[in-house]
């Protein structure tokens, strides 16, 4: 009798954790990733995103490396319903050669214990050098070309050079000038520049460099950063909370300009209200307004802001809410 209770109540003990693992491991839309091949000095970095879709909160208590080639990062340790994180693999090209590979160990806690392996693997290749390891256009406002450069190192066969660059973003050119070429060293500095007509908000690309010779003929380097639009509305996504039906609530919205302008107009579904002022600012403080109706679940829409600055200068952000039942904590 006593060996049989014991075996129940350890399948019972694996089925929960068995659960658990699950439950984590459903929050994340990948689980592995392949950097492929890689300059040595190359900034590499995936983010393996993950969303809290439950009631309970979720905390994460660590993230450990199995590998110093793979540095994990993780950007927020406690989701409410709906919240987004990251955990950031920054690929370690700088100390490491050839090929490596990585299992990233996140460990949850609340609201109840569980682990999720996340893999990561590339080749770090030794005769590609990038100098810096990426481009970085940091701030840039919209309507205003920016430039940068890198430097590309190549140590082997005298022939190597760069037939082409390409990028996915339109408002993305670069060219590449040859520095030297001599004893099997060759050097390149590649231009990068960003057109005047680049899109509002944050970008996350990545160039293609192609090359003549080797088994791995292409490079790539990653560039990264923001356009600042004339019209901007922080944060991009508010989320108001959850909420019982017939419950409300309000959130201020920073909404800025780069000079004074008028709000003239907002586009929102009728669950939501936005009230507006008719003074010129520079910086409007926007309260938004949420009542849950009897439809339970998430309630997301994207708000447009007109401004009396032209049909190009506006602004939009998404609103966030969960109706929950009434027996349902808040």
């Known amino acids: 009798m006593r060996r049989t209770l014991f075996f129940l109540s ?12 699950e439950w984590a491991e459903k929050m994340f839309e ?3 990733h392949d950097f492929g091949t890689v300059p040595r000095g190359g900034e590499v970095r995936y983010s393996f995103k ?23 990062r993780l950007t927020k340790d406690t989701l409410k319903t709906f919240e987004e994180a990251e955990i950031v693999a920054n690929f370690n090209t700088r100390a490491f ?41 940091g701030e840039v406002s919209q309507g205003e070309p920016a430039r940068q450069k890198l430097n590309i190192n190549y140590a082997g066969n005298n022939s190597w050079k760069i037939v082409d660059i390409r990028s996915a973003n339109p408002f993305l050119k670069a060219v590449a000038k040859q520095k030297r070429r001599e004893n099997g060293q060759v050097s390149y500095d590649v231009l990068v520049e960003l057109s005047e ?20 003929r292409t490079v790539p380097i990653a560039v990264q950063g923001r356009v600042l639009g004339h019209i901007e509305a922080t944060p991009n996504s508010l ?9 409300s609530v309000t959130k ?6 780069k000079e004074p302008f008028r709000i003239t107009d907002v586009e929102c579904d009728s669950c939501f209200e936005v009230k507006t002022s008719s003074e010129a600012r520079i910086k409007h403080l926007v309260p938004v307004s949420f009542t849950a ?38």
């Open 97 to 137: 050669l050839g090929q490596r590979s990585a299992t990233l160990t996140v460990t949850f806690d609340k609201p109840f214990y569980a682990q999720v392996l996340l893999n990561v693997s590339g080749y770090i290749r030794s005769d590609v050098v990038l100098n810096p390891g990426s481009v970085q256009f």
């Open 197 to 216: 007509d680049a899109d509002p908000g944050y970008f996350k690309d990545q160039l293609t460099v192609i090359t003549n010779l080797g088994r791995a």
């Open 239 to 247: 989320y108001l909370g959850r909420l019982h039906p017939g419950e």
């Open 252 to 257: 201020r919205l920073v909404v800025r300009g």
């Open 30 to 32: 990948s689980r592995s």
């Open 50 to 72: 993950f969303q809290n879709t439950y009631v309970e909160d979720v905390h994460v208590v660590s993230v450990r490396s199995s590998c110093g080639c793979a540095e994990p």
């Open 293 to 330: 109706d009897k439809t339970l679940g998430k309630v997301s829409h994207e708000i447009k802001i007109h401004t009396d600055l032209g049909e190009q200068y506006f602004s939009t952000f998404e609103a966030v809410a969960r109706v929950v039942a009434a027996d349902q904590s808040s």
């Open 10 to 21: 350890i399948c019972c003990c694996c089925t929960s954790w068995a659960m658990a693992q």
